[in-house]
């Protein structure tokens, strides 16, 4: 080895250098001591803790009843209404009621010209017992074998014609004097005495007011919500209003609209004139359980249905559809919810359903009636 090359090593292994030489491997020891001890152990839990709950504001809703009515836009019309039409020719001799006439069931309306059917009935009264004394006879001489079955069958036969012929000319007759087909109120009257009419003619208008029918049309969405039975209130002009029932809801959609027809009937005993006119309907509803709260606590979830962000009993989110009733300046009162609930009210934007929370009650909600609201959907 050259002098040369020992003097270096010399100085190489001087105390100094092997001190900054032990401090850097001093320094790479704990550096790598460090770094496998935060591979090997889990940070504090307070950390975790920090990490991992937010904290969020809630208050306790309790679900109150709700009375609930569907309003529709429909049509009234008279619970009965017919057009009395003459059913055989002849001139008017008389009129027995006038319009707005109260009339009962069989009331004589007017009285038509006689044109010779009196005298028809009269002979086919007198045929028809002529007929009846040839069979009977006929039948006496066939049991002591002096007359054919065949005579007996052709005379049965001329029997059922004159009793048929009979029938036609008692009619006939009967419709001299057309009558009321039911109990109501003569609206119009359309010939006057002396008038020749013709079989078939318009003689006056009967309708019956005492009760209404309303007719309307529920949309789809709001078809199962109405019932046979229900009670319906009707407004008409002049903002009164009248009791009714549902009696008829269609079992199939109108193709064009896709609503259902629904028939209303309405006791109307002061007769009042709303006939021919609009409504407005409101059916009552069974009563449900709602809850009510701002509408900006409502979300929209990623299936674009609408919902509310709660707590449940372990302290994790959990998001609650709704059905909207309706929104007012006291709130929006939804359906779909249990009867009790931890709504958050703040910090539901920054959690998501299933993530454990630290729930802070600020408010309890108070048992307190709710409005009654129309139905979804409902034609104001």
């Given at each position: 080895m050259s002098v040369a090359l020992k003097n270096k090593l010399s100085r190489l292994m001087s105390p100094i250098a092997l001190a900054v030489l032990m401090a850097v491997v001093l320094g790479l020891w704990l550096l790598l001591g460090e770094k496998r001890s935060a591979q090997d152990e889990a940070p504090p839990f307070e950390a975790q803790l920090e990490e991992r709950l937010h904290q969020v504001e809630t208050r306790w809703s309790q679900a109150q009843p709700l009375a609930r009515e569907q309003v529709l836009?429909?049509?009234l019309q008279p619970w009965q209404q017919v057009q009395v039409m003459a059913q055989v020719s002849g001139r008017v001799e008389?009129?027995?009621?006038?319009?707005?006439?109260?009339?009962?069931?069989?009331d004589v309306l007017l009285e038509l010209s006689d044109e010779g059917r009196s005298m028809q009935l009269a002979q086919a009264r007198a045929d028809y017992r002529l007929r009846q004394t040839e069979l009977q006879s006929t039948r006496k001489l066939r049991a002591s074998n002096y007359a054919t079955e065949t005579e007996i069958v052709r005379l049965e036969g001329e029997l059922a014609r004159a009793?048929?012929?009979l029938k036609s000319a008692e009619l006939a007759v009967q419709y001299n004097q057309p009558v009321a087909p039911?109990?109501?109120?003569v609206d119009r009257r359309y010939v006057d005495v002396g008038e020749l009419v013709q079989s078939g003619a318009e003689l006056m208008s009967l309708v019956n007011v005492k009760r209404l029918k309303a007719t309307a049309q529920i949309p789809q969405q709001d078809a199962s919500r109405?019932?046979?039975?229900?009670?319906?209130?009707?407004q008409v002009t002049g903002g009164r209003e009248l009791e009714g029932l549902v009696r008829f809801v269609s079992l199939a959609a109108d193709p064009a609209t896709r609503s259902f027809y629904v028939?209303?009937?309405a006791d109307n005993p002061e007769l009042w004139r709303v006939a021919g006119g609009s409504a407005t309907l409101r059916i009552q509803l069974p009563p449900v359980l709602a809850h009510q709260f701002s509408p900006a606590l409502l979300r929209l979830g990623p299936d674009g249905q609408l919902g509310v962000h709660a707590v449940d009993e372990n302290g994790r989110v959990i998001n609650h559809p709704v059905r909207v009733v309706a929104i007012t300046n006291d709130g929006a009162t939804v359906e779909g919810l249990p009867e009790k609930l931890q709504v958050i009210t703040q910090g539901a934007g920054f959690v998501k359903p299933g993530q454990q929370v630290e729930a802070k009650v600020v408010q309890t909600s108070d048992a307190t009636a709710l409005t009654p609201q129309p139905g979804m959907g409902a034609a104001e």
């Open positions: 836009q429909g049509q008389k009129l027995s009621r006038q319009q707005g006439d109260q009339v009962s069931a069989g009793a048929a012929e039911f109990d109501g109120v109405v019932a046979v039975g229900q009670q319906v209130k009707v028939e209303i009937e």
